[in-house]
């Protein structure tokens, strides 16, 4: 039905700052998200964009983190800002809430001290 696809991960220092993106197919234009989980720890919510672009970011990551999407070419990105090496974790997009069925592979982003 749906498939997700996240890409722009990789490593960057503390500080530093990184884009990761996600193309959606097989699904109509709705709200999304993005979400990460690290190594150890349950996966969570890091931010929403509805379908008119209303945003919404997780408390302790409002200020670093922006979302945004194009709903013509039904992507979402996510600007990461002042990383921090606990922001390492995989990073996942899906509608919100998300659909179990529908989780992509992710995509890494690695951030050293």
């Known amino acids: 039905q749906v498939q997700l696809v996240e890409s722009g991960g990789g490593l960057v220092q503390a500080g530093g700052s990184a884009r990761v993106s996600c193309a959606a197919s097989?699904?109509?234009?709705?709200?999304m998200a993005w979400y990460r989980q690290a190594p150890g720890k349950q996966r969570e919510f890091v931010a929403r964009?509805?379908?008119?672009?209303?945003?919404s970011v997780a408390n302790d990551l409002r200020g670093r983190f922006t979302i945004a999407r194009d709903n013509a070419k039904n992507t979402v990105h996510l600007q990461m800002d002042n990383l921090k090496p606990e922001d390492t974790a995989v990073y996942y997009c899906?509608?919100?809430?998300?659909?179990?069925?529908?989780w992509g592979q992710g995509t890494q982003v690695t951030v050293s001290s």
């Open positions: 899906n509608t919100c809430p998300p659909n179990t069925n529908s």
């Open positions: 097989g699904t109509n234009v709705r709200a």
């Open positions: 964009i509805s379908i008119t672009g209303v945003t």
